[in-house]
């Protein structure tokens, strides 16, 4: 089975600090991204990771960075947090020579006071 | 421009009821995947079901049946005699094979309530 794992299940963070939000997938894949799901709102993609230190600018980018220097591991930065990124935060993953579905993991809820 | 809309936003039923969720999408590619995920409240989407655009088979698993009708681009998804586990959110999804599957568009969700 694909195992996504976060390293957070709640994270409770102040107005302006740096926030690191990493995310470890064990299946070789090649494809990483990082959602963000709100209220009415469904997910929305962040950035993604076609390969190692490949990133890409989803549709929601603003705010956040990305740094993927292995190829299990993808990190979403919040350069300084703010309360409107106050959210559930999704990681998945994905093979794209096998299949289009994504795996995801149990997601982060941040909280930006 | 891709859109995936999914009208009913909360349904509650009884258990042992069927229901079906709706999905609606939007899409100018002649070529792209559609998808059904669960999040239960232990917050993880899990994967339910792929279909490609060439394949309108309707498929059924277990009390799960999907429906897809390029027609009236809907993929809408049945449960049968409804569980209490079943309780969770539903989001269809939509991936484009011209963009790599890369930007794959979520519906806002079902929120599905199953009573006792």
């Known amino acids: 089975d694909v195992k996504v794992t976060q390293s957070s299940r709640y994270l409770v963070k102040r107005t302006g600090e740096k926030v690191f939000l990493e995310c470890v997938q064990d299946?070789?894949?090649?494809?990483m991204f990082w959602y963000r799901q709100d209220p009415g709102l469904g997910l929305r993609l962040i950035y993604f990771s076609y390969d190692v230190k490949m990133k890409e600018k989803g549709d929601i980018p603003e705010g956040y960075s990305v740094s993927r220097e292995k190829k299990e591991r993808f990190s979403l930065i919040l350069e300084s947090a703010s309360t409107n990124q106050t959210s559930m935060y999704l990681c998945?993953?994905?093979?794209?020579?096998?299949?289009?579905?994504?795996?995801f993991g149990p997601g982060t809820r941040l909280t930006v006071t | 421009a891709q859109k995936v809309t999914q009208a009913q936003t909360e349904i509650s039923v009884v258990e042992k009821e069927d229901v079906t969720l709706d999905c609606v999408y939007e899409?100018?590619?002649?070529?792209?995947?559609l998808f059904w995920y669960k999040q239960p409240p232990s917050g993880e989407l899990v994967f339910l079901i792929r279909r490609n655009s060439f394949d309108e088979q309707n498929e059924i698993s277990g009390r799960y049946s999907w429906n897809f009708q390029k027609s009236t681009s809907s993929f809408n998804f049945t449960i049968t005699a409804s569980q209490v586990v079943d309780s969770a959110v539903y989001f269809c999804?939509?991936?484009?094979?011209?963009?790599?599957?890369?930007?794959?568009?979520f519906g806002a969700g079902t929120r599905l309530f199953v009573k006792a």
């Open positions: 998945a993953s994905r093979s794209p020579q096998v299949t289009y579905e994504q795996y």
């Open positions: 899409t100018r590619d002649t070529t792209y995947y």
């Open positions: 299946m070789d894949h090649e494809n």
């Open positions: 999804a939509l991936s484009e094979v011209n963009t790599g599957g890369f930007k794959t568009i």
